[in-house]
């Protein structure tokens, strides 16, 4: 249930997986892993464990488990 709701905010957000545009150093903005860091600080501001939301940002989009 956790792990359903990270991935819907990941999805509603466009975050990890769900971002769109790929790799935000291909468009000259900020690097990959400063976006990674706003991303994860943004799943955990919303309350998700930073187990599963490490899991969300860093899985496929489509990973069940």
């Known amino acids: 249930e956790a792990l359903d709701a990270a991935r819907r905010f990941a999805r509603r957000r466009r975050l990890g997986t769900w971002r769109s545009g790929g790799s935000a150093r291909a468009h000259g903005r900020e690097s990959d892993s400063k976006v990674e860091q706003r991303e994860m600080a ?24």
Not at 43 to 65: C, F, Q, T, Y
């Open 42 to 65: 943004a799943m955990l501001r919303a309350g998700h464990e930073a187990s599963i939301a490490r899991r969300v940002l860093r899985g496929p989009a489509g990973d069940s488990e």
